[in-house]
């Protein structure tokens, strides 16, 4: 139904749920169900989710740019990607990705906001869990770009000639640099 704005379906043991026809859909509550994964990219206006223990491992909400609360606690996410170029609107009461013991890396458009009102002390992230601009990444500066595919986390192509990479001020979880010729 493409014209559902809200939608509960709480602890129902569901182990799939297909919301890519409700593109009018606000809200969506789905917690303590069997949901191994959840795709909500065809929800642009969603503006609540609660999934809070299901087992899910991979959750994407970059393209819910109205996203103003989420709760995807108690799942089994390895990978989070919540850059949606609106993290501001989801305050520290807003946001919760606590008891994933898997997810080390949540990928946000704005590390500094992320960092300082998503804490584990807050209650929103385990302690394991960092920020990254880029969470398909590696930590690691290889030999070679080739040998992994795309660059470390953190870095960016700078220049004109095609090899010259810089380490983005503020925008690693594993640091900030200067300039690195490569």
Do not use: K, M, R
């Not at 890519?20 to 303590?32: F, K, M, R, W």
């Not at 919760?96 to 458009?109: F, G, K």
Request: net charge negative.
């Amino acid at each position: 139904n493409p014209s559902l704005q809200i939608l509960y379906c709480d602890n129902n043991s569901l182990e799939g749920l297909d919301v890519s026809q409700n593109t009018s859909l606000e809200i969506l509550s789905c917690p303590n169900n069997s949901l191994s994964s959840l795709d909500v990219h065809l929800n642009p206006v969603l503006g609540t989710l609660y999934c809070y223990s299901n087992i899910i491992t991979s959750l994407d909400v970059s393209q819910n740019h109205s996203l103003n609360y989420l709760d995807c606690s108690n799942n089994s996410l390895n990978s989070l990607n919540v850059a949606n170029g609106h993290n501001t609107n989801l305050g520290p009461s807003d946001f919760y990705a606590v008891n994933n013991p898997e997810l080390t890396c949540i990928q946000v458009d704005n590390v500094d906001y992320s960092t300082t009102n998503w804490t584990s002390e807050n209650g929103n992230i385990d302690d394991i869990a960092s920020f990254n601009l880029n969470c398909n990444c590696t930590s690691a500066f290889p030999e070679s770009f080739e040998e992994v595919g795309f660059p470390p986390c953190g870095w960016t192509l700078s220049g004109t000639n095609g090899n010259n990479w810089q380490q983005n001020t503020g925008a690693s979880a594993y640091g900030t640099g200067t300039n690195s010729a490569y």
